[in-house]
């Protein structure tokens, strides 16, 4: 059974940071790339950062210099470290595992940034 679990998302303000991560299990961690998705209130589902399974990290334009995808394959987990938070931030952001056409989803982390 797959499983993919976020956690450290919460109420920030303007200017602050938090570390999201999405701890794997069920899959060959190694062999996936992860990504970070967000979905605000009334928009689309948007990819923000995104890093291979040999490491090559990609970000949203909109997040670039303040937002850094990691993985730590010895422990199954996916990081997103996230600075110099916006309110336009605010989403519930969601881990994807992918390969080829294969894709599980977390249950998303609730991030809030206040003004």
């Known amino acids: 059974q797959v499983q993919l679990v976020e956690s450290g998302g919460g109420l920030v303000q303007a200017g602050g940071s938090l570390r999201l991560s999405c701890a794997a299990s069920?899959?060959?961690?190694?062999?996936?790339?992860m990504n970070w998705y967000r979905q605000a209130p009334g928009k689309q589902r948007e990819l923000v950062a995104e890093?291979?399974?040999?490491?090559?990290?990609n970000l949203a334009d909109s997040v670039k210099g303040r937002f850094t995808i990691s993985r730590d394959n010895a422990k199954t987990t996916a990081y997103l470290q996230m600075n110099s938070l916006k309110p336009e931030d605010t989403a519930v952001y969601y881990c994807?595992?992918?390969?080829?056409?294969?894709?599980?989803w977390g249950q998303g982390t609730q991030v809030t940034v206040s003004s």
């Open positions: 069920g899959i060959i961690f190694s062999t996936y790339a």
């Open positions: 890093i291979t399974s040999g490491g090559t990290t």
């Open positions: 994807n595992a992918q390969k080829s056409v294969v894709n599980y």
